[in-house]
């Protein structure tokens, strides 16, 4: 099961005026992708995989990471 959760964040506005830059210069992404392959990169590069449910979070968010990575257009 694939599961969607909705955040609702504040950035700070040279973050989100970078973002709507980047979203302009490139039409196959959209904020949703943004912010999923940013927050599971944050979450391998902090995470700990020392123990087994560790591990298998690290495991799912290198899956996420990836798939939304390379995710092709419709």
Do not use: C
Not at 11 to 37: C, G, N
Not at 47 to 56: Q, V, Y
Request: hydrophobic share 40%; aromatic share 10%; no cysteine.
């Amino acid at each position: 099961m694939n599961a969607t959760v909705s955040i609702l964040a504040e950035i700070p506005e040279t973050l989100h005026e970078s973002l709507k830059t980047y979203l302009e210069t490139h039409p196959d992404w959209d904020q949703d992708r943004v912010f999923s392959a940013a927050l599971s990169l944050f979450l391998l590069q902090n995470g700990d995989s020392g123990t087994p449910e560790a591990s298998k979070s690290y495991r799912q968010a290198a899956r996420v990471y990836l798939e939304t990575l390379f995710q092709h257009p419709v």
